[in-house]
């Protein structure tokens, strides 16, 4: 299994933000403000996550719509990475979040079980690819006005790249 890792720090306060990577798995974490490098064992996070337990939603796809899923099947799990996303024509833009922390505003295309995304750095504007498999998080139902106001922002900031307006 390859695996890739990045550290960035992007504020005086040392909110140290780490991506972690692997085919086929996407993981983010956004550890506490005050967190410093140290407190990150390895800078690779335990991206396990329970399969997807849908799995009509696994084998046909996704409709047009706004979703919600979490390493969690309850939402705003702290120390959880959680994605919210709008698919509309197999086209997707949302943000990977954990509560109470940072947000990544990420947009791309949907097929099937997997997003394959361009995620933008919040810090720095710069963007790279990932893939994110849906069956490795589990969807909730139950999507916040918080979560709605996070998606709203990275439509808005991405519209142009999503939907060409």
């Known amino acids: 299994m390859v ?10 306060e040392a909110l140290a933000i780490v991506l972690a990577l692997s085919p086929g798995n996407f993981g983010i974490g956004f550890p506490a403000r005050g967190t410093q490098h140290s407190d990150i064992k390895s800078g690779v996070l335990d991206s396990q996550s329970p399969p997807n337990p849908a799995p009509d939603t696994a084998s046909t796809g996704l409709a047009e719509g706004i979703y919600l899923y979490g390493q969690s099947s309850q939402p705003d799990e702290i120390k959880k990475e959680y994605f919210v996303f709008e698919m ?6 949302g943000a990977f979040y954990l509560p109470r922390s940072a947000f990544y505003c990420f947009y791309g295309t949907g097929d099937r079980t997997q997003l394959n995304l361009t995620v933008v750095d919040s810090y720095d504007g710069s963007h790279s690819p990932y893939s994110v498999n849906l069956q490795q998080y589990y969807p909730i139902s ?7 106001r996070i998606l709203g922002i990275c439509k808005e900031a991405h519209k142009q790249q999503v939907w060409g307006k």
């Open 88 to 93: 509309w024509q197999s086209k997707v833009v």
């Open 142 to 148: 139950a999507i916040s006005e918080n979560d709605r």
């Open 3 to 12: 695996l890739t890792y990045l550290i960035l720090t992007g504020s005086l």
